[in-house]
């Protein structure tokens, strides 16, 4: 039920149609609570904390997943290359507890999502998730000393968290109708500020969306060395996996982002889409009938905690980094060194 209204949502949302049109008053509305909201801020009557390290914001105003996960593991490796000592910070998908939780190698994704687990193994950096993202930071930096600078993942609404460089990413859908909630896609104006303008696009080659700007920067996710789920020293590259049965299977944001990447690398596969952060279970491939199963790195850090699920043999994960160019690396970089000792307001 969620996912078929999900994928009647995405549907009217990119189009300004009957529906959006109905709607498009109550997105005039939202639209004047986000503005009263920041303007608190921005005038002072609500207070914003300045760290005494810099703080880098990833995050989309487009709702639902645009690729966030693997640009902050990009840029945490950016940022080491450069001689940095970087921390991310995180709400954590379904994470109920009210204190911070600094992740560790026991970490399960039930308790601090599944994002930041992946964050946490691939970016090789500490990681704090909990709900106020002013105290997660003072957490993370109190317990890390070594730590000055801090990428908080998915954090643009949160005003409270001064910042020095925001990114904002979009995907091949661009900012859809270009309205907000609940007539478009958008949870802020589709030309609220920010320092950098992220697309993550399907190939070199694709066409900017609609409503992205000229200086608009290019992301494009590259499938790396597939590994099985229970034995991550086994590898095939994905053109090994051709004339098999297969089946792609994802729980992420843009479920049809992954199966256009296999498509591309010529794979003919079954497709089963699952909703965002979706929690499976010892039954989730129960009856399928296939040589094998691929699904992303962020599934696999909660299929790998389910004993039948890891025992399945045929499942193979298939991660992917982000690639950028690296003129965008540098710039960022330089940014971020110019603003350390005069930040800007969110």
Known sequence: MRAALEKVLLSTWQKRGLLAC?????????????????GLFVMGYKAQT????????????????????PLV??????????????????????????????????????????????????????????????????????A?????????????????????VELVLFDQRGAGNGWLLPAGPLREPVERRRDFTICNLPG???????????????????????????????????VEFAGQRLLAAAGIGNPQRFFNMLAMQGLQCQT???????????????????????????DAVKCRQIPALLDDARIWVVPVEAQLDAAFAASLIQMILEKKHGRTSA
């Not at 109550?26 to 609570?33: D, G, P, T, W």
């Not at 290019?218 to 790396?224: S, T």
């Not at 889409?273 to 979706?278: G, I, K, L």
């Open 22 to 38: 109905l709607l498009w008053p109550v997105s005039k509305l939202f639209q004047l609570i986000v503005t009263f909201r920041f």
């Open 204 to 238: 070199p080659d694709a066409v900017l969306p609609l409503r992205m700007p000229a200086d608009t920067v290019r992301m494009q996710l590259q499938a790396a060395r597939v590994y099985r789920l229970n034995d991550d020293q086994q590898q095939r590259s994905l």
């Open 144 to 164: 890390n000393p070594q730590v000055d600078i801090i990428i908080a993942d998915d954090g643009l609404q949160h005003y409270a968290l001064g910042r020095d």
């Open 50 to 69: 300045q760290l005494p390290v810099s703080v880098v914001v990833v995050g989309n105003i487009f709702i639902g997943g645009t690729g966030k996960t």
């Open 73 to 142: 593991i990009w840029l945490v490796q950016q940022l080491k290359q450069a001689g940095w000592h970087p921390a991310v910070i995180s709400r954590g998908y379904g994470v109920h507890a009210e204190s911070v939780i600094l992740l560790d190698a026991a970490s399960q994704a039930q308790q601090v999502g599944d994002e930041p687990v992946l964050i946490a193994a691939r970016a090789q950096c500490p990681v704090a998730v909990g709900r106020d993202r002013v105290a997660v930071a003072r957490c993370v930096l109190a």
């Open 272 to 298: 089963r889409a699952f909703p965002d952060h979706h929690a499976f279970d010892a039954k989730s491939f129960e009856g399928v009938d296939a040589d094998c199963i691929l699904i992303t790195e962020k």
